[in-house]
């Protein structure tokens, strides 16, 4: 009798630590990974305006990897393939955070259950990265021997300081290379920007000037 309460008590034991979580992290087999799906009330549009929902096999993603709860909320993220980028891969571990996700059910009683899932993310392609106002000048050609008149670009961005939509030439200078000049201070001076609304950028063989023209 002694014997069969000593076997009982060990099988609880073993099964209380199997419950606590105190397992190794070890990542699943690949079988045993699903796709994520994000719930409703969850747009990463306006959640993660910078990146875009990718396919897991683009390499140009980053693939983050993460358990979802039977809650939907996810823990445990990490990078499952890299970009290459840095600030890609943390901005797409943020992304996961902010999101929830619909969760995995028991096949027999549809209750849910923790997964391991995965998404991908990317850069959006009006995702911008942050370059110093003052290195917009740096990309202005000299005047040709006749001079060049000023050309004009206009860049509008959201709420978040985000581009919401490329920089397009307002009024071009007849010179190619100085109408190529404004795009590229745009898309420099806009991150830089804390405010949403539209930037007039002007740029001349001086250098180049912004202001909230519409």
């Not at 992304?95 to 391991?116: E, I």
């Not at 290195?135 to 978040?160: F, K, M, Q, S, Y």
């Amino acid at each position: 009798m002694a014997v069969r309460l000593l076997n009982r008590a060990a099988a609880l034991l073993l099964t209380l630590a199997a419950s606590s979580g105190t397992a190794p992290a070890a990542a699943p087999a690949p079988s045993e990974i699903r796709d994520a799906e994000i719930a409703m009330g969850f747009d990463p549009r306006g959640r993660c305006p910078e990146l875009v929902h990718a396919d897991s096999q683009d390499r140009s993603a980053t693939l983050v990897l993460f358990i979802v709860g039977p809650t939907g909320v996810p823990a445990r993220a990490s990078v499952r393939s890299s970009s290459g980028s840095s600030s890609l891969d943390q901005a797409a571990l943020d992304c996961v955070a902010r999101l929830r996700y619909l969760p995995a059910v028991h096949a027999g009683d549809g209750n849910p259950m923790d997964s391991w899932q995965e998404i991908a993310w990317k850069w959006g392609r009006f995702h911008s990265e942050a370059a110093p106002a003052t290195a917009a000048p740096a990309t202005i050609p000299a005047a040709g021997a006749g001079g060049t008149a000023a050309a004009e670009a206009r860049v509008c961005l959201d709420a978040h300081g985000v581009l919401s939509q490329p920089p397009v030439v307002t009024h071009s200078s007849g010179d190619a290379r100085m109408d190529s000049a404004a795009l590229n201070a745009a898309r420099s001076v806009a991150p830089a920007s804390a405010h949403g609304g539209c930037l007039r950028i002007t740029v001349t063989p001086e250098g180049a000037s912004h202001d909230g023209g519409r």
